[in-house]
C-alpha cells in the first residue's frame, strides 16, 4: 500500500460508486478474485445485458445491467450484511489468495455474497475484524477525513515509560509523514510492555512502525475495538453478526468521525 495520502478514497471501498469496473464488480459478487475475474472476461466467458466482454476497463452498474459468467446471471446482495470477527493469526485479510494461503473468507459466511473485510489487519495481527456488504459505510470508515478510532493493544520489546507514551502520542516522524496524535494508555511498563493504543489513521503497518521509530519493537499486535465496535465474548476465529444498534453507532461515527 502507498503512503497515506489524506484527500484519497481507500482502495476497499471504491467499489462503492457506479458503474464500477467489471472485474471488481464480479470479484464482489464472490465469482472469483479480480485477477481470475479478468480471466474470465479474456476468456470470453462473461456477458454484460448478452454481450461478450472482453476488455478489461469494461464498467457495470450493479442496478441495471444484466452480467452472466457461463450464462450464469450474477447479482451483488440488495441486503445489508454487518459481521464482525476475532482474527486469529495466520490469515490473510482477502477474500482470495493466488497464493493459497489461508484467508479470513475461510471464517466467515459466505452469505449475503459480496461480504467484504472493511480495511486489513497484517497476517499476524490478531483481533477486530469488520466486514459488509455496505460500500457506503465502509468508505466513511476508511476514509481519512472521517477519523474513524481504532484501539489496539500491543506487546512489546523492552520497558516503556511515559517518555515514550509521550511521543506516541503527539506523533511520531515515519517514512510516509508524521503521524496524528494519538491516545496512549500503558497497561504493563514491562519488558514486555503492553501498551493501548488509539490511533484515526490507516497507514500500512501503522502501529507497528510507530513502535518501532521508538525503539520498541512489536511482539503480538491485537486489535481490541472500531469506532465503537468491540469484539465482547468472541474467541479467535469467531465471528457474529452486529446488533442493530451496533449498526446505528457505526453508522453514526461514520458520519460524524467522532
Given at each position: 500500500?502507498?503512503?497515506?495520502?489524506?484527500?484519497?478514497?481507500?482502495?476497499?471501498?471504491?467499489?462503492?460508486?457506479?458503474?464500477?469496473?467489471?472485474?471488481?464488480?464480479?470479484?464482489?459478487?464472490?465469482?472469483?478474485?479480480?485477477?481470475?475475474?479478468?480471466?474470465?472476461?479474456?476468456?470470453?466467458?462473461?456477458?454484460?445485458?448478452?454481450?461478450?466482454?472482453?476488455?478489461?476497463?469494461?464498467?457495470?452498474?450493479?442496478?441495471?445491467?444484466?452480467?452472466?459468467?457461463?450464462?450464469?446471471?450474477?447479482?451483488?446482495?440488495?441486503?445489508r450484511a454487518y459481521v464482525v470477527l476475532n482474527?486469529?493469526?495466520?490469515?490473510?485479510?482477502?477474500?482470495?489468495?493466488?497464493?493459497?494461503?489461508?484467508?479470513?473468507?475461510?471464517?466467515?459466511?459466505?452469505?449475503?455474497?459480496?461480504?467484504?473485510?472493511?480495511?486489513?489487519?497484517?497476517?499476524?495481527?490478531?483481533?477486530?475484524?469488520?466486514?459488509?456488504?455496505?460500500?457506503?459505510?465502509?468508505?466513511?470508515?476508511?476514509?481519512?477525513?472521517?477519523?474513524?478510532?481504532?484501539?489496539?493493544?500491543?506487546?512489546?520489546?523492552?520497558?516503556?515509560?511515559?517518555?515514550?507514551?509521550?511521543?506516541?502520542?503527539?506523533?511520531?516522524?515515519?517514512?510516509?509523514?508524521?503521524?496524528?496524535?494519538?491516545?496512549?494508555?500503558?497497561?504493563?511498563?514491562?519488558?514486555?510492555?503492553?501498551?493501548?493504543?488509539?490511533?484515526?489513521?490507516?497507514?500500512?503497518?501503522?502501529?507497528?512502525?510507530?513502535?518501532?521509530?521508538?525503539?520498541?519493537?512489536?511482539?503480538?499486535?491485537?486489535?481490541?475495538?472500531?469506532?465503537?465496535?468491540?469484539?465482547?465474548?468472541?474467541?479467535?476465529?469467531?465471528?457474529?453478526?452486529?446488533?442493530?444498534?451496533?449498526?446505528?453507532?457505526?453508522?453514526?461515527?461514520?458520519?460524524?468521525?467522532?
Open positions: 500500500m502507498k503512503a497515506s495520502r489524506p484527500h484519497d478514497e481507500p482502495a476497499e471501498v471504491s467499489e462503492r460508486i457506479v458503474p464500477m469496473r467489471l472485474q471488481r464488480f464480479l470479484a464482489r459478487a464472490g465469482v472469483a478474485s479480480r485477477r481470475g475475474s479478468e480471466d474470465l472476461m479474456t476468456a470470453g466467458r462473461v456477458r454484460v445485458n448478452g454481450r461478450v466482454v472482453t476488455e478489461l476497463g469494461a464498467k457495470v452498474d450493479p442496478r441495471v445491467d444484466a452480467v452472466q459468467v457461463d450464462g450464469v446471471p450474477v447479482t451483488l446482495a440488495s441486503m482474527k486469529p493469526a495466520g490469515y490473510v485479510t482477502t477474500m482470495n489468495d493466488p497464493q493459497g494461503r489461508p484467508t479470513v473468507a475461510d471464517l466467515v459466511p459466505r452469505e449475503p455474497p459480496g461480504l467484504f473485510p472493511v480495511g486489513r489487519l497484517d497476517r499476524d495481527t490478531t483481533g477486530l475484524l469488520l466486514f459488509t456488504t455496505d460500500g457506503d459505510l465502509a468508505y466513511r470508515l476508511l476514509h481519512p477525513r472521517y477519523h474513524v478510532e481504532k484501539v489496539y493493544r500491543a506487546r512489546v520489546e523492552g520497558r516503556v515509560g511515559h517518555g515514550v507514551a509521550k511521543r506516541l502520542a503527539v506523533g511520531v516522524e515515519l517514512e510516509d509523514g508524521v503521524t496524528a496524535p494519538a491516545r496512549v494508555e500503558i497497561i504493563d511498563a514491562g519488558p514486555p510492555a503492553q501498551v493501548d493504543l488509539a490511533i484515526r489513521e490507516g497507514r500500512k503497518r501503522q502501529v507497528r512502525r510507530m513502535f518501532a521509530s521508538v525503539g520498541h519493537p512489536v511482539i503480538a499486535l491485537h486489535r481490541e475495538s472500531f469506532g465503537p465496535v468491540t469484539l465482547g465474548e468472541l474467541e479467535p476465529g469467531e465471528y457474529r453478526d452486529l446488533t442493530d444498534d451496533e449498526v446505528r453507532a457505526l453508522k453514526a461515527t461514520g458520519e460524524d468521525g467522532s
